[in-house]
């Protein structure tokens, strides 16, 4: 059990992604078929292609944060000593960590509100919270990374090692 979770925990974000954009590819393709050979396109599968990418895209902000792998200006962190690089890094993550729990809280609303009142899709007549909840879903898994970075960090500082920078994406 122990090594499906780690398998889940280093990997679950990858097969997500990896779902939701082939959803979006096959949706797509298919769309794009029955419109110019058979003149003919529904409503739901514009709808499919944009909830998936809705999901793919805070999904992806979750994978972002456990590799270090989001936007940053790092011409001054480059400077400093791994004492110092430590600090900034847990400075962000905890400002990150704040500010996903206070979005994780918030966008629960309209999920719970979409509940409330059957909210659905035109095309799909599903219930809208769950498309909604990607946003939630999304931070929850941010803000899992995020104390998984936390932790990381502390434990580097208390071993005496670097604290992990993240990938390059041009090195």
Do not use: C
Request: glycine share 6%.
């Amino acid at each position: 059990m122990l090594a499906i979770l780690k398998r889940v925990d280093r990997d679950g974000e990858r097969w997500l992604l990896l779902s939701f954009y082939g959803m979006i590819v096959a949706t797509i393709g298919v769309e794009v078929i029955r419109r110019f050979v058979f003149s003919y396109s529904s409503i739901w599968g514009e709808e499919v292609a944009r909830y998936a990418f809705i999901y793919l895209a805070w999904i992806g902000a979750s994978a972002a944060v456990r590799d270090r792998a989001h936007i940053r200006i790092d011409i001054i962190i480059q400077w400093l000593p791994p004492r110092g690089k430590a600090f900034i890094y847990l400075l962000g993550d905890f400002a990150t960590l704040l500010l996903a729990v206070v979005v994780l809280i918030w966008s629960m609303h309209p999920v719970m509100t979409s509940l409330k009142f059957e909210a659905v899709s035109h095309g799909l007549r599903l219930n809208m919270a769950l498309f909604q909840f990607a946003v939630p879903f999304g931070f929850a898994l941010v803000t899992l990374r995020v104390i998984q970075s936390i932790l990381r960090d502390f434990s580097d500082l208390r071993a005496g090692r670097p604290v992990f920078e993240g990938r390059k994406l041009f090195d």
